[in-house]
């Protein structure tokens, strides 16, 4: 017996800044909740546009018909998985991510799937809490996810327009300079990143090694990772953009998200959420301190 399909249909009744198909959809759908998951719903033929079948590069305008088609949303299977909540009330909740775990995607060992049963009691309640967004699966840190449909649109909108302000931690190969900014393209899309530099240790095998601030002003996929490394100061442990540079193994990538400030999407709050870096990172500049005197002693 075939599932029984259903339609939701949201009318445009206003545009953002942009008039993109794909950005606008993760707000008219709450449920698909990424640009990912508005891609495959578009390849598999279930996203009309005015009753015709939607396509990537379509754009927009104040009237249009969006029809999402799709089987009955039935509740994520839980993912047993003890995690940090560094904040949580019924509109948002956010989450400290270990390394090795991705937010989400087609995949069951995600963070959504972790968070099932966090769900609200409010009207507009989101089935599971759904990432508003991404880090990589490697990278530790906060992520902010939305147990409500207005928190989703409304924090969606937020980081579209940048007033959701990151910041990072990182351990890089290398000795940069105090404070610094990177201004390079990323696949042909404008790629900024500011850093500051919080310590230097003299390293017997990597000559230098230095911890760093990382503010991104633009969210590109892989930004801070490949901006450092183009700087010639690669993320300690990054396999991916090592090539043939030798760097620290087995300890994970040095790379953590430490805060997020933004205005809560409901009260309009100024939210500040910080944590501690992993205390991996000062241990192993600790690690390579101690190997670098015991090196000149000898």
């Not at 994520?76 to 940090?84: G, S, V």
């Not at 990432?131 to 906060?142: C, E, K, M, S």
Request: charged share 30%.
């Amino acid at each position: 017996m075939s599932k029984k399909k259903v339609k939701q249909k949201h009318k445009v009744e206003k545009l953002g800044k942009s008039n993109d198909l794909i950005t606008y959809c993760i707000h008219a759908f709450p449920i698909l909740g990424s640009k990912s998951a508005c891609k495959k719903a578009i390849k598999s033929d279930r996203l009309l546009l005015n009753g015709a079948l939607a396509k990537s590069y379509d754009k927009i305008k104040v009237g249009d018909v969006l029809t999402l088609i799709g089987s009955k949303i039935h509740q994520a299977k839980k993912l047993d998985m003890e995690l940090e909540l560094v904040f949580e009330d019924d509109h948002i909740v956010v989450v400290n991510k270990p390394g090795g775990i991705a937010v989400n995607g087609n995949r069951f060992k995600t963070l959504e799937n972790a968070l099932v049963g966090h769900h609200s009691n409010l009207k507009d309640s989101l089935p599971r809490p759904i990432a508003v967004h991404r880090i990589d699966v490697p990278t530790t840190g906060l992520v902010l996810f939305a147990k409500t449909k207005s928190a989703l649109i409304i924090l969606g909108k937020a980081f579209q327009e940048k007033k959701v302000q990151k910041e990072y931690h990182a351990i890089v190969h290398g000795n940069p300079s105090e404070k610094g900014k990177i201004d390079k393209d990323i696949q042909s899309k404008m790629a900024i990143t500011k850093y500051e530099k919080l310590q230097t240790v003299n390293s017997k095998f990597y000559q230098h090694l230095s911890l760093l601030r990382l503010i991104p002003i633009t969210g590109r996929t892989h930004q801070l990772r490949i901006h450092l490394q183009s700087e010639g100061h690669l993320i300690v442990g990054d396999k991916q953009y090592a090539a043939a540079q030798k760097t620290i193994l087995g300890k994970g990538l040095m790379l953590c998200s430490t805060r997020l400030k933004f205005k809560h999407p409901l009260n309009n709050k100024d939210m500040d959420i910080k944590i501690k870096m992993p205390r991996k990172f000062m241990r192993i500049l600790d690690r390579e301190t101690k190997i670098s005197k015991f090196k000149r002693r000898r």
